[in-house]
């Protein structure tokens, strides 16, 4: 045997410590990057096996294996894959000590942040120097498969390292730590501890596709006794602490939908079953596997700020993460599901995620997965579609507004009350097909509630004509109509906004009789515009109210008062912005005032009349009149002379 000594570099020595100490935000991990690298190693045999059936190794039982001496305080993970030569383990588990480092530390001295540190970190392949954060010692013995002779490695991620060469070495690799005392405040836990050792593998390697054994403590008490005495004694069988039942790597007529479910409710802590369950496998250059539900019931934190959202991320059957936000767009946040790729950009501590093509690549193709899915459910099974839309078609909306790419999508799968129905939704392509003849644009008007909505002024000349009106009472409704603009050609338009002229389409009025009017009322429509002027922008006659004396519209470009209330909710102060009022010209209300106006020069309590309108019609849509001490006044003194 011969031995060979090396000394870190003084730049990968002060990297070897600041992996010890900063990178891993959770001292767990050690045990999930050993075993993944152990996992690694069966594969590649398993491989190379195929590739050289002449090579003299033993494939029957590839595992992995986890061995602990309390007494001793020590920890191994140990494989049966196919180890390092002497060269490998120099290079390989070497890399920290390569050229480089010096170069690396620079640029992590000018790294201002945390974030900045791990991007750099994630650089360097040193997943295995995690072990010492848990231990002062770290032993590796290794012989490659096909080889007769070992290695071994060891250090106690000071100053230096040794690689020395021996005659006896099982195949595969073994990593000893000598674990440092337990230190709970320091989340440093007793890891000889069998529970703790079972609750690592179960939430960061229970899937991987080999088994992971382990003997039970007080069998490997009664092992060791029975050595020591010379008997026989009954070997127990080993724990397989994984499952290795990787339900989204399975053909999907092996799996039960119970299967399906149990896992969901362990994924989402949910427990009811999904309303759906999505398959997905993408094949080619970037692989990968994911199995998504739609919960049946939206949760109570779906529209609070720190919801978490996102799927669970495993690499090669590794869990990386719980709550992985980049593969889905936030108004998708209540999916909940495993993505498996086959390889991704992670940093050292697999926690977080480079940037990749291959991230967008997937976010992209697993939202088009979903909505699909969605359109289907809607075409096959319309009470499950009415479902999910009931408990998530709010949040669904917020993706008309933010993902232009996928705008189609969620219009095709979006449903809306209209006046068409009191209780069934319908489509925007419904509505296209139900337009009347002569009809451009697509109404809709927005509001607390549907009553509210039916109840309002600006309905009226359209429930007149038969013209169909969207009851949109989200609040998302209000954003996503002006993004959207337009439906096959077809304008989405508020019913509250703008110049709506229906009479214009109506050969009943013709417009001389129009013109006839406008000129009857001008007189009063200029005092009154002069009147209000603090509180208004116009005054004019309106065509939408049939019943009502006067409701306020916004201008077609202008904010609504729902809208201007909603950015002041969220901290932006926005100038508010002045309303149109419009008159009813056939309500005997409006009549009488233009009467009076012409018959008066004392205008005085007219005034206080135009004023009241106006406080009326705010109060018709919904809102408070400027002053509603003074128009409580106002009215008690009309009333009163009235009597």
Same mark, same amino acid.
């Given at each position: 045997?011969?031995?060979?000594?090396?000394?870190?570099?003084?730049? =990968?020595?002060?990297?070897?410590?600041?992996?010890?100490?900063?990178?891993?935000?959770?001292?767990?991990?050690?045990?999930?990057?050993?075993?993944?690298?152990?996992?690694?190693?069966?594969?590649?045999?398993?491989?190379?096996?195929?590739?050289?059936?002449?090579?003299?190794?033993?494939?029957?039982? +590839?595992?992995?294996?986890?061995?602990?001496?309390?007494?001793?305080?020590?920890?191994?993970?140990?494989?049966?894959?196919?180890?390092?030569?002497?060269?490998?383990?120099?290079?390989? %588990?070497?890399?920290?000590?390569?050229?480089?480092? =010096?170069?690396?530390?620079?640029?992590?001295?000018? =790294?201002?942040?945390?974030?900045?540190?791990?991007?750099?970190?994630?650089?360097?392949?040193?997943?295995?120097?995690?072990?010492?954060?848990?231990?002062?010692?770290?032993?590796? !013995?290794?012989?490659? *498969?096909?080889?007769?002779?070992?290695?071994?490695?060891?250090?106690?991620?000071?100053?230096?390292?040794? +690689?020395?060469?021996?005659?006896?070495?099982?195949?595969?690799?073994?990593?000893? +730590?000598?674990?440092?005392?337990?230190?709970?405040?320091?989340?440093?836990?007793?890891?000889?501890?069998?529970?703790?050792?079972?609750?690592?593998?179960?939430?960061?390697?229970?899937?991987?596709?080999?088994?992971?054994?382990?003997?039970?403590?007080?069998?490997?008490?009664?092992? *060791?006794?029975?050595?020591?005495?010379?008997?026989?004694?009954?070997?127990?069988?080993?724990?397989?602490?994984?499952?290795?039942?990787?339900?989204?790597?399975?053909?999907?007529?092996?799996?039960?939908?119970?299967?399906?479910?149990? +896992?969901?409710?362990?994924? $989402?802590?949910?427990?009811?079953?999904?309303?759906?369950?999505?398959? @997905?496998? =993408?094949?080619?250059? @970037?692989?990968?596997?994911?199995?998504?539900?739609?919960?049946?019931?939206?949760?109570?934190?779906?529209?609070?700020?720190?919801?978490?959202?996102?799927?669970?991320?495993?690499?090669?059957?590794?869990?990386?993460?719980?709550?992985?936000?980049?593969?889905?767009?936030?108004?998708?946040?209540?999916?909940? #599901?495993?993505?498996?790729?086959?390889?991704?950009?992670?940093?050292?501590?697999?926690? %977080?995620?480079?940037?990749?093509?291959?991230?967008?690549?997937?976010?992209?193709?697993?939202?088009?997965?979903?909505?699909?899915?969605?359109?289907?459910?809607?075409?096959?099974?319309?009470?499950?579609?009415?479902?999910?839309?009931?408990?998530?078609?709010?949040?669904?909306?917020?993706?008309?507004?933010?993902?232009?790419?996928?705008?189609?999508?969620?219009? *095709?799968?979006?449903?809306?009350?209209?006046?068409?129905?009191?209780?069934?939704?319908?489509?925007?392509?419904?509505?296209?097909?139900?337009?009347?003849?002569?009809?451009?644009? %697509?109404?809709?008007?927005?509001?607390?509630?549907?009553?509210?909505?039916?109840?309002?002024?600006?309905?009226?000349?359209?429930?007149?004509? #038969?013209?169909?009106?969207?009851?949109?009472?989200?609040?998302?409704?209000?954003?996503?109509?002006? $993004?959207?603009?337009?439906?096959?050609?077809?304008?989405?338009?508020?019913?509250?906004?703008?110049?709506?002229?229906?009479?214009?389409?109506?050969?009943?009025?013709?417009?001389?009789?129009?013109?006839?009017?406008?000129?009857?009322?001008? #007189?009063?429509?200029?005092?009154?515009?002069?009147?209000?002027?603090?509180?208004?922008?116009?005054?004019?006659?309106?065509?939408?109210?049939?019943?009502?004396?006067?409701?306020?519209?916004?201008? $077609?470009?202008?904010?609504?008062?729902?809208?201007?209330?909603?950015?002041?909710?969220?901290?932006?102060?926005?100038?508010? $912005?002045?309303?149109?009022?419009?008159?009813?010209?056939?309500?005997?209300?409006?009549?009488? !005032?233009?009467?009076?106006?012409?018959?008066?020069?004392?205008?005085?309590?007219?005034?206080?009349?135009?004023?009241?309108?106006?406080?009326?019609?705010?109060?018709?849509?919904?809102?408070?009149?400027?002053?509603?001490?003074?128009?409580?006044?106002?009215?008690? *003194?009309?009333?009163?002379?009235?009597?």
């Amino acid at each position: 045997m011969s031995t060979e000594t090396f000394e870190f570099q003084v730049e =990968a020595r002060q990297l070897l410590q600041l992996m010890i100490h900063s990178v891993y935000s959770n001292k767990d991990v050690f045990l999930r990057e050993l075993v993944s690298n152990a996992s690694d190693a069966l594969d590649k045999l398993r491989l190379e096996k195929l590739w050289d059936d002449s090579l003299d190794a033993d494939v029957s039982d +590839l595992h992995v294996e986890i061995d602990v001496d309390k007494d001793a305080r020590t920890l191994t993970v140990r494989d049966n894959g196919i180890g390092m030569s002497y060269d490998e383990v120099g290079r390989l %588990i070497g890399t920290i000590a390569n050229s480089g480092t =010096a170069k690396f530390l620079q640029e992590l001295k000018e =790294a201002k942040d945390a974030a900045g540190e791990e991007g750099l970190i994630g650089q360097f392949g040193v997943g295995f120097y995690s072990g010492f954060m848990v231990a002062d010692e770290v032993t590796l !013995l290794t012989r490659r *498969a096909g080889e007769s002779q070992g290695t071994r490695w060891s250090s106690r991620g000071e100053g230096t390292y040794t +690689l020395e060469t021996v005659d006896e070495a099982p195949q595969g690799t073994s990593v000893t +730590l000598h674990l440092k005392p337990a230190d709970p405040e320091n989340q440093l836990h007793d890891y000889t501890s069998p529970w703790k050792i079972r609750e690592i593998i179960k939430r960061y390697s229970d899937f991987i596709t080999w088994p992971v054994r382990m003997l039970p403590e007080a069998s490997a008490t009664a092992i *060791a006794a029975a050595d020591e005495s010379g008997g026989s004694g009954e070997v127990p069988e080993p724990e397989t602490l994984n499952s290795m039942k990787a339900l989204w790597a399975r053909p999907r007529d092996e799996v039960s939908d119970d299967e399906y479910h149990e +896992l969901y409710k362990h994924i $989402a802590h949910d427990w009811r079953d999904p309303l759906e369950t999505i398959r @997905f496998q =993408a094949e080619g250059t @970037f692989e990968y596997q994911s199995l998504l539900f739609l919960p049946a019931h939206a949760p109570h934190d779906l529209f609070t700020r720190d919801v978490k959202r996102g799927v669970q991320l495993y690499v090669k059957r590794v869990f990386i993460m719980d709550d992985c936000e980049a593969l889905l767009p936030p108004y998708l946040r209540f999916v909940k #599901g495993v993505v498996d790729a086959a390889d991704l950009s992670l940093n050292v501590s697999r926690e %977080i995620l480079q940037q990749d093509r291959h991230i967008e690549l997937m976010r992209r193709r697993l939202t088009k997965k979903v909505l699909s899915t969605v359109k289907e459910m809607k075409t096959k099974d319309q009470d499950r579609y009415d479902t999910f839309w009931r408990e998530f078609g709010t949040v669904l909306k917020e993706g008309l507004v933010t993902d232009p790419e996928n705008r189609d999508a969620v219009l *095709a799968v979006a449903s809306f009350a209209s006046t068409h129905h009191d209780t069934e939704p319908t489509t925007l392509k419904q509505y296209v097909e139900r337009m009347k003849d002569g009809q451009e644009d %697509i109404y809709y008007l927005t509001g607390e509630s549907r009553q509210s909505i039916e109840n309002s002024p600006h309905m009226e000349a359209f429930r007149d004509r #038969g013209i169909e009106v969207l009851l949109l009472t989200d609040a998302v409704d209000e954003v996503w109509a002006d $993004a959207v603009g337009e439906y096959e050609g077809k304008k989405l338009r508020s019913v509250a906004k703008g110049q709506i002229d229906l009479d214009a389409k109506d050969e009943e009025t013709p417009d001389a009789d129009r013109e006839k009017r406008t000129e009857e009322y001008a #007189g009063l429509l200029g005092w009154m515009k002069e009147r209000l002027g603090e509180d208004i922008k116009e005054v004019r006659l309106s065509s939408r109210l049939t019943v009502s004396p006067a409701c306020v519209v916004s201008d $077609a470009h202008d904010l609504t008062p729902a809208m201007e209330n909603m950015y002041r909710a969220m901290g932006q102060e926005v100038p508010r $912005a002045k309303r149109i009022l419009e008159l009813n010209p056939d309500h005997q209300l409006v009549k009488g !005032l233009n009467r009076a106006y012409k018959e008066r020069e004392d205008r005085t309590e007219l005034a206080d009349t135009a004023e009241l309108l106006h406080g009326l019609a705010v109060l018709a849509e919904g809102g408070q009149p400027k002053e509603p001490a003074r128009f409580v006044k106002l009215m008690a *003194a009309r009333l009163e002379r009235a009597l």
